[in-house]
């Protein structure tokens, strides 16, 4: 019988990048890596999941753990002693580059489909790079906004609003550190469940195999 375990607490966006990851990553065993991880999220379990792709049990929970504890990123990591950069160094400048430019026409601030369509690459490539660039669309936009708060000329209401957005901002980051702190804990509490759960069944196994003998 199929063992349950609660799946990960993801948000839409974070389904979405998920699923742009397999149907645009360059290697499959990237892929196959977020499918694992995708169908888990969706309730299905480790050993559903294992024996639907013909894997082990500890490989799925291994890319679980992986994407609790880094994301998308986590699932991008290349084999050990392996220092190639999947998209390189020209493909992150340009990135900074232009998310520091003016956004497109009819557009008020960049963000992370147009950077995507603009530098023609998947969506998971624009956020795994953005974290490695330690920049946050939040924060641009938050200067985006400020500055066009200035050129209107009305500095009272432009420092309510630059006040409302520092506080919102920062509930933001306070909701994402709460919720990393949560996942990772969620991870854990789901590898010792497995591990006792584990435990359990050979000392069961045992017990029947000493019934069966006497």
Aim: aromatic share 6%.
């Amino acid at each position: 019988m199929a063992r349950k375990s609660v799946p990960l607490q993801c948000s839409e966006s974070e389904i979405a990048e998920l699923q742009d990851l397999i149907q645009n990553a360059e290697q499959p065993r990237i892929a196959e890596r977020a499918t694992l991880v995708l169908e888990f999220i969706q309730g299905s379990t480790i050993t559903e999941i294992a024996e639907r792709h013909s894997a082990q049990p500890n490989t799925v929970i291994k890319w679980k753990r992986r994407y609790a504890e880094q994301g998308i990123e986590g699932l991008l990591n290349l084999p050990r002693g392996s220092t190639k950069d999947v998209y390189g160094k020209d493909f992150r400048k340009r990135l900074v580059e232009l998310v520091h430019s003016p956004p497109p026409d009819g557009a008020p601030y960049w963000t992370g489909p147009l950077l995507a369509k603009a530098l023609d690459v998947p969506l998971y490539a624009v956020h795994v790079y953005l974290r490695k660039s330690q920049i946050r669309l939040l924060d641009l936009r938050s200067e985006s906004e400020g500055k066009h708060n200035e050129s209107g000329g009305k500095a009272q209401s432009e420092e309510k609003k630059n006040d409302a957005g520092t506080l919102e901002l920062k509930q933001d980051e306070q909701r994402d550190e709460e919720i990393l702190r949560l996942r990772l804990e969620n991870a854990n509490l789901h590898i010792k469940v497995e591990k006792f759960e584990t435990v359990f069944h050979a000392i069961q196994d045992a017990l029947n195999n000493m019934l069966l003998t006497e």
